[in-house]
């Protein structure tokens, strides 16, 4: 049985995994593929399950470094698979991916300096 807060953290969770990221790729697919957005999004949700739980297992057991790597993996994956549908929504994705590694490396930064400028 679900306690009031495993069911508040895992719906807090449920919000986080959701990002713009998700949705941009999911509409660059299917714009390049005729696919229907809901249904590919709801098709592509599904097959996420037991990969947020790989990559959550990769973290647990190796960082955020291994989190990354997994991440990375998963990504050249999509893009290759996406390369036999469409070579641009292959190349977007791993456009889109590479910002966001960059994020990862530039995101402490300005978060350190924002904090900075606002509590010292």
Known sequence: MMDKNMFLV???LALF?????????????????????????L??????????LAMVWVFNRFGIGGALAF????DL?????LSNV???ASIESLIIAVF???????A?????????SWFY
Request: proline residues 6%; contains cysteine; positive net charge.
């Open 10 to 12: 895992s719906t807090a």
């Open 17 to 41: 995994i959701i990002c713009p990221r998700m949705a941009g790729m999911v509409n660059v697919v299917c714009q390049n593929t005729g696919l229907p957005l809901i249904k590919t999004a």
């Open 43 to 52: 098709f592509a949700s599904l097959i996420s399950i037991p990969l947020i």
């Open 71 to 74: 991440c990375v993996f998963t």
């Open 77 to 81: 994956i999509s893009a290759l698979l």
């Open 86 to 88: 469409s070579w641009k």
């Open 100 to 106: 966001v590694l960059g994020a990862v490396k530039v």
């Open 108 to 116: 402490p930064l300005i978060s350190g300096a924002i904090i900075k």
